[in-house]
């Protein structure tokens, strides 16, 4: 788990791997890595398995297949979590790619590092 700042002593985070506390911002892409998504959740594997079960049928993220984890920060705080989206969302494509590249430059799924199976 990647986060940012100091990361929680196990009495500030009740549950670490399930990321309960705090929020996250991911982005996810398709198979072919064509089209990026930018998004923010307090729990990244609920919005993960929501995202790969098409919960939301009419979604962005339904509509274009975007299901790969490419890229996550985790924020101690949901608020922290929020401004950093907009940052990102705010950026051209070429800053999102160099921002996965950054540490993730063979654009694997990071979803098993955040506890979500197939």
Excluded: C
Excluded at 4 to 33: C, F, H, Q, S, W
């Amino acid at each position: 788990m990647r986060w940012l700042g100091k990361k929680p002593r196990n009495d500030e985070a009740d549950n670490y791997n399930e990321m309960v506390i705090g929020g996250a911002i991911y982005i996810l892409t398709n198979k072919g890595n064509t089209t990026l998504y930018t998004g923010v959740t307090s729990n990244l594997v609920s919005r993960l398995y929501k995202h790969r079960n098409g919960t939301y049928k009419k979604s962005f993220t339904s509509k274009y297949r975007l299901t790969k984890l490419v890229y996550y920060e985790v924020f101690l705080r949901i608020e922290d979590a929020i401004a950093r989206e907009k940052q990102i969302k705010g950026g051209s494509r070429l800053k999102k790619e160099n921002l996965i590249l950054s540490i993730n430059p063979n654009w694997y799924d990071l979803s098993k590092e955040v506890g979500v199976e197939e």
